[in-house]
């Protein structure tokens, strides 16, 4: 077992996600919570959901800079 732990600290190299996954995993979490009755985009994002295109990462801005990840949600909120 410690010699799979030595080969793990050995191990040199990176994991880039692109900002499409995070925007796309923000919107899937956001949609999940109560109150939220959905995500609502900019005009063309609303024109490709009427062609019946899925756009999962709709209405989520991310940037991500080294050392932080910022997440802007656009909602539609349930009264």
């Known amino acids: 077992m410690s010699e799979n ?3 793990i600290k ?3 190299g990176e994991v880039h996600i692109a ?3 995070v925007a ?3 919107g899937i979490a956001a949609t999940e919570v109560e109150g939220v009755a959905s995500m609502s ?3 063309t994002n609303e024109i490709i959901s009427k062609l019946g295109v899925k756009n999962l990462a709709k209405g989520v801005k991310v940037d991500i800079s080294e050392g ?3 997440v802007m949600l656009s909602l539609n909120i349930k009264i």
């Open 5 to 7: 732990k030595e080969y």
């Open 10 to 12: 050995d191990m040199k």
């Open 68 to 70: 932080y990840v910022s």
């Open 19 to 21: 900002d499409d996954v």
């Open 24 to 26: 796309i995993i923000a």
């Open 41 to 43: 985009g900019d005009i």
